[in-house]
Structures are given as C-alpha cells and as structure tokens.
Nanobody, 114 residues
Framework: VQLVESGGGLVQAGGSLRLSCVAS????????MGWYRQAPGKQRELVTA????????NYAASVKGRFTISRDNARNTMYLQMNSLKPEDAAVYYC????????WGQGTQVTVSS
C-alpha cells in the first residue's frame, strides 16, 4: 500500500488546514488508519485514529476538540481537519495504518506561525 499525504502549508495560529491521505491498494477499507506527526527533534507520535468503517475515532489530548479525522473508503482517502492551529502543531504529518506499518509516505509539512 502506498500512502500519499497532501494539504499541508503555512498558516497563522488560529487558522485551519485540511490534510488528505490517498492510499493505493484494496485493503484501505479494512484497516484502522491514523494520522501521525513528527516535529523536529521529537519522536513521531499518533495524533488520531479511525476505525475501518469510520464509526470510531480517538484523539491525542493535545488535539481533541480541534482536529477531526474522517475517511471515505470509496475514494481510499482519509482526511484530517485541523482547526484552531497552534505553533506546537507544527510538524510533518503522516498517515498510516494503526498500528503503523513500516511503509511511510513522504508526509506533508504543517507550519504554524505565531
């Protein structure tokens, strides 16, 4: 499975971005998926995850109430709506299965200016 993230960019604190993750292959719809992020000098961390049919989600405490994960299995696509962005949200964001496989995409950079 190949994963391609997009939608990152530079935004002011308080702003919003919507990330997309397009997966190739036929197994997307059966996998629990997650968004991860890695800030400079820090370990990659799980931000949020969603069940295979989208009925269940969970969020890291740091993003709860601000970020929303969703998926469209017909399009093999997962989304991350990020609102009220903070400088500490700046990172490279990746999508992957949960738990993650070793197959990481290139990620998409999110930069938040204060």
């Amino acid at each position: 499975v190949q994963l391609v993230e997009s939608g990152g960019g530079l935004v002011q604190a308080g702003g919003s971005l919507r990330l997309s993750c397009v997966a190739s292959g036929s197994t997307f719809s059966v996998n629990v998926m997650g968004w991860y992020r890695q800030a400079p000098g820090k370990q990659r961390e799980l931000v949020t995850a969603i069940t295979s049919n989208g009925s269940g989600t969970n969020y890291a405490a740091s993003v709860k109430g601000r970020f929303t994960i969703s998926r469209d299995n017909a399009r093999n696509t997962m989304y991350l709506q990020m609102n009220s962005l903070k400088p500490e949200d700046a990172a490279v964001y990746y999508c992957n299965t949960f738990p993650p496989s070793g197959n990481w995409g290139q990620g998409t950079q999110v930069t938040v200016s204060s």
